[in-house]
């Protein structure tokens, strides 16, 4: 059976008791240690003021003066012992004979203790042991009228009578203590009783598993964690999500508000506004994020929000070239059905006896596509833009449009990479075909692809309907489409590549009536 272990609050709880139960109790052995100091202070000042009074007294001084001073002395001691309610008072000649005592039996015996002071002429207080036990007694010279010593008085109390007046004292003590240490019990019982609910009843290992467990995730987890308290306050970031999201490792990020972050527009927009989201797009600088915001609930209670991010940069790009992939699989799909009905026309042609006609309709197609793959493979060198281009001319004759690539189109060595030119001019090009599908024919789309004045230009024109002059600012932000189940992203990643290598967007008319979309990237900040 498994031994149970303490949680932090019962472990806090029976520390704060023990600490609480000595303290009180030095508190109270103080308190008992000056009680007893100061009865011993107000022993010592009684019975020297006791003694005082009585060497002062006429009675006594002519008590000494006679041949039985015992007679006298006795009865006014024993009376002034029980008046003042001291233990002993002793009246005694220079010589220390006793002139009386508590115990008659005693009287005539030389007197037990220090004197030697009181013989000098000074009166004092000591702590001796005499025939009645340990005291607190006092000695003081009796004078005459000439200031001789005639005698001495020794005035005193027990021990056993001060300690018998300090236990009378202790009730009180332990009613104050008491009540003190039953009230910090209490404070403590009410103090574990919270931290025990904050703390879940954890005990220190289970709580120690937690935060180990807690951050080798948050540091090894591949998804970027963003959480956010209820009043859109950051409390924590994981190093994914500030790689993600561009904030340096050394950032002051936690405790800080979302607004007072610098943050990308599109996350600081989603962290502020506190709505859900799943799979959301979003961009940041150079990357492609799919971004998931939930509320964060805790048995009913609303603790905030968490922001989860997804880097699909690479899996944009490996989707764009698969779809350009795809529609190029698609028009070959096509062009083979059409050059099968074709060959079957040329076929029959010839079993008609109509060979000329048959060679003509053969090379008429055959010198149009080698026209095409001439004119994009001589003017663009860069293969996989070639090949881009062949793809969307055949995906273009598919949906019979027209794509034109410009005479003057000349681009013999990329200086961007190469998938960020892929971005450009495909994404360029499959919105000039949405734009122009539907469209009264002639449908056209017109490309050019050149450096011009150290700037590397793609410009794609269509013949479509046109984008209204008060929708040309949206039309590089994401989110923005003309379709209705449209993302928005084509237009937002050209704008991330125009932003990246320092370069230039326009949006005008076409010769054709449509949109003319024209990119400018620098040359040489591209190469940088």
Partial sequence: ????????????????????????????????????????????????????????????????????????LQPYAEETRSATGTDFVVVMAPDRTRYSHPTRELIGEPFVGEIEPALAGRAF??????????SVRAVVPVYDEQRRIIGLVSVGITTRAINRKLLGQLPVLLGVAAPALALAATGSWLLSRRLRRQTHGLGPAQMTRMYEYYDAVLHSVREGLVVLTTDRRVALVNDEGRRLLGLDADAAVIDQPVAGIDLPPAVAELLGSGRDARDEPVLTGDRVLVANQQTARFEGNVLGAVLTLRDQTELRAMASELDSVRALTEALQAQTHESANRLHTVLTLVELGRADEAVRLATRDLALAQQLTDRVVGAVTEPALAALLLGKSAQAGERGVDLVIEPDCRLDDSPLPTNDLLTVVGNLVDNALEAVAG????????????????????????????????????????????????????????????????????????????????VRLPVGGARR
């Fill in 439 to 518: 469209t009264p024919a002639p449908r056209r789309v017109r490309v050019f692809v050149g450096t011009v004045d150290d700037d590397l230009v793609v410009r794609v024109g269509d013949s479509g309907p046109g984008l209204a002059p008060d929708r040309v600012a949206d039309a590089f932000r994401r989110g923005w489409s003309t379709k209705s189940t449209g993302r928005g992203l084509g237009l937002a990643l050209i704008g991330q590549v125009v932003r990246r290598h320092g370069g230039r967007s326009e949006v005008g008319r076409s010769e054709d009536g449509g949109s003319l979309f024209t």
């Fill in 125 to 134: 207080t000591t702590t001796n042991v005499g025939t009645l036990g340990e």
């Fill in 1 to 72: 059976m498994a031994r149970r272990q303490w949680s932090i609050a019962g472990q806090l709880f029976a520390l704060q008791a023990m600490v609480v139960t000595l303290l009180v109790l030095a508190g109270a052995a103080g308190a008992v240690w000056l009680a007893r100091s100061d009865s011993r202070q107000a022993a010592q000042e009684e019975v020297l003021a006791v003694a005082q009074t009585v060497a002062r007294s006429p009675d006594v001084r002519a008590a000494l003066a006679t041949a039985d001073p015992a007679s006298a």
